[in-house]
């Protein structure tokens, strides 16, 4: 896939669409599917990489206050383009309550759009953006949060439906 086509992916979905279906594996290669949670609101979060420290700060948000997030009708699932292996380790040493998503192939990731260009350091490189999707019982984009607070990621959402 071009940078120039992945760029424009990162601009089309928009709150009030139809959220792309996820075929997909988990962390044990259990089949997951968007599908599966219709009924339920789901906080789809996309982070770049296991075990870093923006992304842990994001999952133990979401772990620290899963039961939470349960309780107001939530289900919570992590993407990365990490493998099965990579996932379960970080599972394991931060005691994380929810799915994550083994994305190897990005199909979800440029689903969504939120495979791109990023910068660190002066170096360019194609990733993960950090990108949270609110998805309702029905299937449909009920929010979309860029700007992702990761020590605070879960309250930021819980915030929203107060």
């Known amino acids: 896939m071009s940078i120039s086509k992945i760029l424009i992916n990162m ?59 349960q309780k107001s009708g939530f289900e919570v699932l992590g993407v990365s383009v990490d493998d099965e292996k990579k996932h379960q380790k970080f599972i394991t040493k931060y005691e994380l309550n929810f799915p994550l998503i083994s994305d190897t192939d990005k199909k979800v990731v440029e689903d969504y759009g939120v ?35 990761t020590k605070n990621s879960a309250q930021q959402i819980l915030d929203l439906y107060k």
């Open 11 to 69: 601009t089309t979905l928009k709150v009030g669409d139809k959220a792309p279906a996820i075929k997909s594996k988990d962390e044990n290669g259990n089949e997951i599917t968007l599908a599966q949670f219709i009924g339920k609101k789901v906080i789809l979060y996309f982070y770049p990489k296991d075990d870093t420290p923006g992304c842990t700060a994001e999952a133990c948000s979401f772990r620290d206050n899963y039961k939470l997030l």
């Open 115 to 149: 495979w791109g260009l990023k910068k660190f350091m002066g170096r360019e490189y194609m990733g993960t953006n950090r990108v949270t999707f609110i998805i309702d019982e029905k299937g449909k984009i009920e929010h979309i949060i860029d700007k992702v607070d």
